[in-house]
């Protein structure tokens, strides 16, 4: 394929990906939904894959990228979707706005792929122990990268639709400080404080 040529999408075949692991962890359903940073997770890494673990000790964090098994048949596929996490805040469904899901970080998608950054605590042969991943016990894991210094943004803006949420919700300094608990743009499965300076929250509940 020639990088500036068109391409018929139609012409290109179903993408296969094999699992490297699998998150497994004690945590009931209803906590990873709360989306508490303080869950400690196992990201079990496949025999024949753990030879690509070397070299990892010493990050502080990790990217966790994985398939949502858990999706409802109804979510799979769906373009468009409310943020509603927000309801747990007030808000009424009516008064949250519809937008695709490449606009939010809903586990509701054409590809449910999650992405999770995460504190890396230690690794034991093949499995990585990990703080603050929002998976289900069970979740397959495709891939994972680590965290560099490049990734941090200083300079950002947010969508108009965010903001205004974000402001009819009283964004004070009581709200910053349930953030961490509450508020992660990534759900996935994700901990982007470090990459972005002012993190935003995370709008979608499962």
């Known amino acids: 394929m020639c990088i500036g040529k068109h391409v018929d999408m139609t012409e290109i075949e179903d993408i296969v990906f094999r699992p490297v692991g699998v998150v497994r962890t004690k945590a009931s359903d209803d906590e990873i939904r709360e989306g508490s940073r303080e869950l400690e997770s196992f990201v079990e890494i496949l025999p024949e ?17 994985t398939y949502l098994n858990r999706l409802r048949l109804e979510q799979i596929g769906v373009l468009k ?15 949250l706005p519809l937008v695709g899901v490449f606009a ?24 990585l122990v990990v703080l ?4 289900f016990n069970g979740t ?11 990734y941090r943004l200083e300079d950002y803006t947010l969508a108009e639709w965010y903001r205004k949420l974000r402001t009819k919700a009283g964004r004070t300094s009581s709200l910053s400080t349930q953030r961490k608990e509450t508020f992660h ?3 996935a499965c994700s901990q982007i404080s ?11 509940r499962r």
Not at 49 to 65: K, M, P, R, T, W
Not at 132 to 135: A, H
Not at 140 to 150: A, G, H, N, Q, T
Request: glycine share 8%; with cysteine; proline share 9%.
């Open 194 to 204: 470090s990459m972005v300076q002012r993190f935003p929250w995370r709008l979608w």
């Open 140 to 150: 397959p894991v495709l891939d994972i990268k680590p965290y560099r210094d490049e």
């Open 81 to 95: 979707v409310r943020p509603r996490r927000l309801l747990n805040r007030g808000f009424q469904l009516e008064e």
């Open 132 to 135: 603050g991943l929002d998976c």
């Open 185 to 187: 743009m990534f759900p």
């Open 104 to 127: 939010i970080d809903s586990p509701s998608r054409p590809n449910p792929i999650g992405l999770s950054l995460v504190r890396l605590l230690r690794r034991e042969g093949g499995r």
């Open 49 to 65: 894959f753990q030879e690509a673990l070397d070299g990892l000790e010493g990050s502080s964090h990790i990217l966790v990228l």
